[in-house]
């Protein structure tokens, strides 16, 4: 978000991550951190997709289960009427969604989550130790997203290539993931 | 651990990612602030608790985050069909209504055949 | 009918047991009855019991679709207690801990009632005050529950972990002594053996499919798998399925059936010597007679009447069984079962009489039926001859949910902050 | 000694298939013992000539090895690699023996070949089914005192743990287009059509290799060669094959609806030096798109006199010892049978130099080929005979044997009897999914009929017997095509029911039809005779299948002999219920993951190690860990929490307020459906203004609470309890969603968006002021109950002017992960001002001083608006909201309620107990009648007294009377009063 501005007097506020100095994985799944970005989670109503998309500088997916990239920018539908925008470093989403013109909601969630990203050829068998989904490539492809559930946490699940996904997890529930997923990584070396 | 087909995502998911929500097409009275007592208890607490055919209302809350209705054989707990929030009751497709229930665990404890 | 004692059993035993006449006949029904209760549960059994006992009235036959006992008779896992909050909870239970007390000589059938305790786990501020509010008002109502320090909850459970590391640590327990658990085919078989032998008619592999009503709107009786057969009064006492028997009358009842798992273990030596129950992580357990660890699962989140749960509900129990007692994850689960719950939207049973003359309901007892069922048999026995309800029961009607006076066991231990 | 002898007497050298080299040291109770790797420790104990592994429930009677299998009903044992690592009631005969395994006998005391609680057995006749529900009722309290504690002793198997387990398990979710159970000939045949198909399959098998019963079944010849050889280089090419998963040691424990599979992978137990960051085993929870079931069958024992003694077993049980593990069961073994199959095993068993006694078949007329082979190996066959009684005292030593139909009696010596009564298809699974079964009547078995899923059962568990016919229906279910050819050497026939000639209702023998509960044929005849005529009767008056192995040898047997009491045809009387699970799970692997720090998230606020740091003491809320009080050195709980309110409000206090929950309601219509939601009305609610709203449900009852800003004409934060921010969220989609559609809103959960900090007490404009930019923070331009958008330390922020204590007060939202450098940066000034950090506690205590309340504290699910005094905040103006009926509900309206009221004792130093219960009368009998209870109360270091928050029926209308708060060991006089405690004015929170 904004890391500069205006400063007075004290220091500009300095930003703790949730999963600071967390490490795990294992040769099969290896357990990384994301860094920070923005995040957005957009909602609006059909007719406005287009407008919005082009504010945006990212299509905003309309089928099921599926994202779109561009610009830095990755849209994620999460349901007919919604969408978690995420942007690298400060991308000025909520700004950009207002210039569409188009009625929305956008609600800033870039502290809301955080990311852990899982790749190697055990992720997928790391990442279901928690998580009931179909994860083979057939069912959940390179691009493929979706709101589930881990153990006993919910998640968004976005897969950025065959071996590796996108776990975005609300930060209270962050360790709780990081450690199941700790404990599905060493499980997927078996 | 049941398998439901949400109408949104168009996806059978695991019953993890949904809630249930009651029985379907219950609606709430326009002019709620007017009814009698009965009528209050019977909007609030009665139900069909059908057994066999039942619509319901689920939520993918840990999917798409939609509401939607489902048509259940209480009995054998088969998905007839799901369709979405607002569509009026639909009627069951032709193979699930003609569809004879099994009703097993209480009836092979009496009674196999 | 030959009454059971150590003298008959060992005399039996000089003569390979061939004596022993059956528990309870199985006659064909007649035309026409006083009094019919559907449904041969504990409750249905024990109200033909008390009807004929209590109330002289003994032209009376129990319908049953299956085998009696076979509902939520005996597919619970038989706790015993009456600490309940509200005065309405307070008397029925209490009345049927009282019953328990003494069920065995009175029906002269062992059923076990064992008052090794029950134990509720307190996790935090808002369990604290929640029992001591249970704790309070049960003293005053005269019913025994204590408050116990995490020591004092070791000392009585010696397997209990309560170290301060755990995830919810408990900081405390509310204790009824007097509760427990008895054996549930006995009190179906007690019931019935005693009922049959005052003349009741226990008809089973009978379906109810009908309801017969008079030009009043009175009841006639009830149409079967078998026929039909006239009453003069309708009982209805059948648990999950009340909402199925009552719609033939087309009466409508707040309930929805939902399946309720348990699950127990492979047969131990002694390890466990109470009933514990933990609201905060959803557990109860209790060790058997025989052995096994019987644990209650949660209830599955839909309407179902098909007596099978999901795993998931298992598993998340016993996630709870083993964070409160560690040393079980290497314990077995042996079988697990299903049964169907009438639930009610406040918790708390319905009954009383019906819109429908002759007509009346036993119903909605939820998770809680197995404990209730001396008291509740002979209650609605009381309501069937009467035609109105005890006092103990009068709370109970279904009047309830017009008015809003609900009996809300749940909410009042509703958790916010 | 040769590697082989080491290994056992009773070794047979060339025979089975394991490695004479390849051993592993094992013990059994305290006696050291010789295995060979593939050894399970049956085989290896037979090995070795051991057949008393165990003793019985209810009798104590010696018992040995019946099976080989994880049917196994008596030869359970206790499994340790350590103390901790201790597992009882293992079935010996699946147990596979690892280097340093140590194994212990249970159900005995002081040892094994000398049980005192086999006094039991002297006084059997006693113990009839069903005898403890018709005695032990006098005096009343010896049940509890003296007659349960004997039985409790006496009961149960295996000692529990008594230490935490150390091992770990593991979960893993899976899916899949076949499943297969059973990698026998029917489900390796099933397996290689599938995966021809290029479908993703699943073949599960409960056994270290697959080949199921060409384990025992040596003659069986596929594809030309020997069966288990076409096994193993079977399994090895689906194993290569992507798009297949072998799973062995894997057993199918459940199948539940919708296509969904338990199943238990046994990862490490059999391994002598497991590799730590495995896990013991594996849970995986697959869903199946097709289920085929190729579970096999299993064969029965005979139901005659004294069968119970070890020594005696099933037939195919010694040839898999036998064949696959190169074991002799005995030197001179009798065979007992009614089906073909025992006649192979004596062939076997004869070939590798065993002396067979006799073939004792109840049968009168064998088959030709059967008694063709059986001469010329020499063994004789008495065909028409029965075994009638058997002999010996820890193991069998000879064999009654009698023509059908009297005639005299002889007995043979032997050391080992083997027995096969036929073979039950392993239905389980097949009924576990809801399908129902119907009996076969020649061949007397159930066998499944109609389906409730999409499933099929192939083999020996769908009654197919013969192998050509069995191929071709595994090839046909796998889907795919495969060419496949297979030969056995006999073709089987016959099998029985129920008690064997001298077992019959006339006779008083002990015939075991459930080993492990020690249920006799007669048991069930008593059942019967006392009018248990429903099958689940039966079962439950003896026990009858209710051990551990689940009747999965004793429920057909049970079944016929309680049809012949009842005379009625088997399908009329029956089947009991297959239950999950198949064999028992242990609750480590149903756990899985979900222990510890796994067992529920506990949830932390981004400023916990801040808190932690200084010494915070923390409450679990929900999920939540919330800061409970800050001790300083030497202060207990009281006094830090005095100190806390103290400093609060004389100079300030900050509070973590993260857990609250937050809602973004964003849209034009936002403050329509906020109208439709809160009893409150919104639209009168300007921007940069926030009001304190209700939320009620449909009941009228206080669902949730909490104070709600509007940023914008369109944008509102509403705050929630922090227990309650899920279910708000819920409730408020579905009304969204499904009753007010049309309504151009949406909601956003945002409470980890923001960290929370709040600063209140007369200093806390001092204190934020140099932080905050963007915002005049006077009184006049920023009053109680403003908010704005601002700037914190270069970072956007929401500032709300809010208190929950009475005191100026201000509430800083900044994104989350600035948080804790906010909060150190506003902690260091407020500390040099002289305020405190406060938790959860003073909190309480501070809004319980004004009056404040605690939705789910002060309120249950019974307490309306007005109850709580909150009256005011229920619009009288608005045509709608939820909760607008069912507030004129004729309970809700009338008189007497209880409402909530304060309570100041009349001794100022006594606090009450929350939860106590307030009486008019403290004198009167019980049952009292209650007029509500205590719902907070606190010591006020404030007021320099105690306080309390009570709900009292007609509350408002008793201030000023006394009543009484009964405890357990005193009665506490009360005055009513109203709620605020602190500052009545409310002067204060204006700053």
Request: with cysteine.
């Amino acid at each position: 978000m904004v890391d500069s501005g205006a400063n007075f007097g004290s220091d500009i506020a300095a930003r703790t991550l949730p999963l600071a100095g967390f490490h795990g994985g294992s040769s099969a799944a290896r357990l990384e951190t994301a860094p920070p970005a923005e995040r957005i989670s957009l909602r609006a109503r059909a007719e406005d997709v287009g407008a919005l998309s082009g504010a945006l500088g990212v299509a905003l997916p309309v089928k099921p289960k599926t994202s779109s990239s561009a610009n830095g920018r990755t849209a994620l539908w999460l349901g007919p009427d919604e969408w978690l925008v995420i942007a690298e470093g400060n991308g000025g989403l909520m700004q950009a969604a207002k210039n569409s013109g188009v009625l929305h909601s956008a609600a800033d969630v870039s502290h809301r989550n955080t990311a852990i990203l899982v790749s190697g050829p055990g992720a997928a068998a790391a990442i279901n130790a928690g998580c009931p989904q179909d994860l083979s490539l057939k069912a959940f492809p390179v691009g493929a997203c979706s709101r589930t559930v881990f153990g006993k946490v919910e998640i968004v699940l976005l897969r950025t290539a065959e071996d590796a996904f996108r776990v975005e997890v609300w930060r209270s529930f962050s360790d709780y993931a990081f450690g199941l997923l700790c404990e599905g990584a060493q499980d997927a070396s078996l | 651990m049941l398998l439901i087909h949400c109408p949104y995502c168009e996806e059978d998911r695991s019953e993890l990612e949904f809630r249930w929500a009651g029985e379907a097409h219950i609606a709430r009275p326009e002019n709620i602030s007017a009814i009698s007592d009965e009528e209050f208890a019977e909007f609030f607490f009665l139900r069909n608790n059908e057994k066999g055919l039942t619509y319901e209302r689920w939520r993918h809350i840990h999917g798409c985050g939609r509401f939607f209705n489902a048509a259940r054989d209480t009995v054998s707990d088969r998905f007839l069909m799901t369709y979405k929030a607002g569509m009026p009751k639909q009627p069951v497709p032709e193979t699930g209504a003609s569809e004879k229930t099994v009703e097993t665990y209480e009836a092979t404890e009496g009674d196999a055949r | 009918m030959r009454r059971y004692s150590v003298f008959a059993v060992a005399r039996e035993a000089m003569r390979a047991h061939k004596g022993w006449e059956a528990q309870w006949t199985s006659p064909e029904p007649r035309s026409a009855y006083d009094v019919i209760i559907v449904g041969a549960g504990g409750h249905g059994l024990g109200a033909a019991y008390y009807l004929a006992k209590e109330h002289g009235i003994t032209n009376v036959a129990v319908i049953e679709k299956g085998w009696l006992g076979g509902g939520n008779t005996g597919r619970n896992t038989t706790i015993i207690r009456s600490n309940y909050l509200y005065e309405e909870s307070m008397d029925i239970y209490e009345h049927s801990l009282k019953l328990w007390e003494g069920l065995s000589q009175d029906l002269n059938y062992n059923v076990m009632y064992s008052p090794r305790g029950v134990m509720m786990l307190s996790h935090n501020t808002h369990d604290m005050q929640s029992f001591k509010r249970h704790i309070n008002a049960n003293r005053l109502y005269g019913i025994d529950n204590e408050w116990l320090t995490p020591e004092q909850a070791k000392a009585y459970v010696p397997v209990l972990d309560i170290s301060k590391t755990a995830r919810y640590p408990i900081n405390g327990a509310a204790l009824q002594r007097r509760g427990g658990t008895a054996r549930h085919d006995a009190v179906a078989w007690g019931y019935a053996r005693a009922a049959s032998d005052r003349g009741v008619h226990i008809i089973q592999n009978c379906e109810v499919t009908g309801i017969r009503r008079g030009p009043n709107g009175e009841v006639l009786g009830v149409e079967t798998s078998k026929g039909f057969i006239g009453a003069k009064k309708i009982g209805v006492s059948a648990a999950g399925h009340s909402s199925v028997v009552m719609e033939m009358a087309g009466v409508r009842v707040p309930l929805h059936s939902t399946p309720l798992q348990a699950l127990v273990s492979e047969p131990l030596k002694p390890i466990f010597p109470c009933v514990v129950m933990s609201n905060t992580v959803h557990a109860y357990i209790s060790q058997s007679d025989k052995g096994e660890l019987v644990i209650g699962a949660g209830t599955d989140q839909y309407n179902s009447y098909s007596q099978t749960g999901g795993l998931q509900i298992i598993t998340h129990t016993l996630d709870a069984i083993c964070e409160l007692f560690p040393i079980f994850r290497r314990v077995k689960m042996m079988r697990q079962w299903g049964g169907i719950t009438d639930n009610t939207p406040d918790r708390s049973p319905i009954q009383g009489v019906t819109p429908v003359p002759g007509l009346f309901v036993n119903c909605g007892w939820g998770t809680g039926g197995f404990k209730a069922t001396p008291g509740s048999a002979n209650l609605f026995a009381h309501l069937i001859a009467k035609g109105e309800p005890h006092r103990l029961a009068a709370g109970l009607t279904l009047d309830r949910f017009r008015t809003g006076r609900l009996i809300d066991e749940a909410a009042a231990a509703a958790v916010a902050h | 000694m040769s590697a082989s002898s080491n290994s056992g007497a009773f070794r047979i050298k060339g025979a089975g298939r394991l490695t004479p080299a390849r051993t592993a040291r094992f013990t059994f109770d305290g006696k050291s013992f010789t295995a060979l790797e593939g050894d399970t420790v049956a085989s290896a104990l037979l090995a070795h000539g051991v057949h008393l592994l165990g003793r019985s429930f209810k009798y104590h009677r010696p018992r040995g090895i019946l099976s080989a299998g994880p049917e196994e009903p008596n030869a359970l044992i206790d499994v340790s690699r350590d103390a901790a690592r201790r597992q009882p009631n293992v079935r010996a005969t699946v147990q596979e023996v690892f280097d340093g395994a140590k194994i212990v006998s249970q159900n005995r005391w002081p040892s094994l070949k000398f049980d005192v609680g086999a006094i039991n057995n002297l006084f059997s006749p006693f113990f009839a089914a069903g005898f403890y529900y018709k005695t032990f009722m006098w005096p009343r309290e010896a049940w509890v005192k003296v007659y349960e504690p004997f039985i409790r002793r006496a009961a149960g198997l295996g000692v529990a743990p008594t230490e935490e387990d150390p091992d770990h398990y593991a979960n893993r979710y899976a899916h899949c287009d076949v499943l297969i159970a059973g990698a026998g000939v029917a489900g390796l045949t099933a397996a290689l059509s599938a995966a021809a198909t290029g479908a993703s399959v699943f073949l599960v098998d409960e056994q270290p290799e697959v080949g199921g019963a060409l384990h025992y079944d040596a003659a069986t010849m596929i594809d030309g060669q020997n069966g288990y050889d076409w096994a193993q280089a079977s399994a090895a090419k689906l194993k290569a094959m992507p798009n297949v998963t072998v799973l062995t040691r894997t057993t199918v424990f459940g199948y539940y609806n919708h296509g969904f599979l338990g199943l238990v992978e046994r990862v490490t137990d059999h391994v002598a030096k497991p590799d730590k960051s495995s896990p013991r085993e594996r849970l995986w929870q697959v869903r199946a798109k097709k289920v085929v079931l190729a579970t096999g069958s299993i064969e029965r024992h005979m139901v005659f006199a004294n069968n119970d003694r070890p020594g005696i077993m099933l037939a195919s049980a010694a040839r898999t010892f036998l064949n696959h593990h190169g074991v002799a069961v005995g030197r001179n073994v009798g065979v007992y049978t009614a089906h073909d199959s025992a006649y192979e095993a004596a062939f076997d068993l004869r070939r590798a130099g065993v002396s067979i006694a006799a073939i004792v078949d109840n049968r009168a007329d064998p088959s030709e080929a059967l008694l063709a082979e059986a001469r010329a190996l020499g063994i004789s066959v008495l065909s028409g005979h029965s075994v009638t009684d058997t002999g010996g005292r820890l193991r069998i030593s000879s064999m009654t044997v009698a023509r059908n139909g009297g005639g005299n009696a002889r007995r043979i010596a032997v050391d080992a009897l083997i027995i096969s009564a036929g073979w039950t298809p392993s239905v389980h699974l097949f009924s576990q999914s809801r399908g129902k079964l119907r009996f076969d009547d020649v061949n007397q078995r159930f066998l499944p009929d109609i389906y409730a899923q999409d499933c099929v059962s192939i083999g020996g568990c769908n009654g197919t017997d013969d192998l050509a016919e069995l191929i071709d229906e595994a090839i046909a279910a796998g889907g795919g095509s495969v060419a496949l050819s297979g030969e056995n050497r006999f073709e089987w026939t016959g099998g029985m029911i129920g008690a064997a000639e001298g077992a019959g209702p006339d006779t008083t023998v002990k015939a075991f039809v459930d080993f492990q509960h020690d249920v006799t044929a007669k048991d069930i005849r008593l059942a019967v005779r006392e009018g248990m005529h429903s099958i689940e009767h039966i079962k439950r008056f003896t026990t009858n299948g209710m051990a551990s192995d689940q009747g999965k040898l004793s429920n057909m047997h049970g079944l016929a002999i309680a049809a012949e009491m009842l005379d009625r045809p088997i399908p009329k009387v029956g089947l009991t219920t297959f239950r999950a699970p198949y064999t028992p799970v242990t609750y480590g692997t149903l756990v899985g993951h979900s222990r510890g720090e796994l067992f529920d998230p506990a949830r932390k606020t981004p400023m916990h190690v801040l808190e932690t740091a200084e010494g915070a003491e923390f409450e679990d809320v929900g999920n939540w860990k919330r800061a409970w009080y800050y001790p300083k050195r030497g202060e207990d709980m009281l006094a830090a929490v005095n100190r806390e309110c103290r400093t609060v409000r004389e100079v300030a206090g900050v509070f973590n307020g993260s857990t609250l929950g937050k809602i973004e309601v964003v849209g034009p219509d936002a403050a329509q459906f906020l109208n439709l939601l809160y009893t409150n009305a919104w639209d009168s609610l300007k921007p940069g203004k926030s009001r304190y709203g209700i939320m009620t449900r449909e009941d009228g009852f206080v669902y949730d609470d909490g104070v709600v800003g509007r940023l914008a004409e369109d944008r509102f934060h509403v705050t929630t309890t922090t227990g309650g921010a899920p279910r708000v969220l819920h409730h408020m989609e579905d009304y969204l969603q499904t009753e007010f559609p049309h309504l151009r809103v949406w909601l956003t959960s945002t409470t980890e968006q923001w960290a929370v900090i709040a600063v209140q007490g007369p200093k806390a404009r001092e204190i934020i002021q140099p932080f905050v930019e963007g915002v005049d923070l006077s009184n006049e331009a920023f009053p109680h109950m403003s908010v704005s958008e601002c700037s914190v330390m270069g970072v956007p922020a929401r500032l709300f002017r809010v208190s929950f204590t009475g005191e100026l007060g201000f509430e800083l939202n900044v994104p989350a992960d600035y948080g804790p450098a906010v909060w150190k940066a506003i902690w260091e000034r407020a500390e040099s001002m002289g305020a405190c950090l406060y938790g959860t506690e003073t909190m309480h205590v501070l809004r319980a001083e004004k009056g404040y309340i605690i939705v789910g504290q002060d309120t249950d699910g019974t307490v309306t608006p007005d109850d709580a005094g909150l009256g005011w905040a229920v619009s009288s103006k608005k045509l709608d909201f939820v909760g607008i009926r069912g507030l004129k509900r004729p309970d809700l309206v009338r008189e007497n309620r209880k409402q909530l009221v304060g309570l100041l004792t009349k001794d100022p130093a006594l606090v009450l107990e929350e939860g106590g219960q307030i009486v008019a009368d403290p004198n009167q009998a019980k049952p009292m009648t209650m007029l509500g209870h205590v719902t907070s109360a606190y010591w006020s270091e404030n007021c320099g007294r105690s306080i309390a928050l009570a709900l009292v029926a007609g509350g408002r209308s008793r201030i000023g009377e006394t009543l009484y708060v009964p405890l357990k060991d005193r009665t506490i006089e009360v005055e009513v009063t109203d709620m605020v405690f602190f500052d009545k004015q409310g002067g204060r929170i204006h700053g």
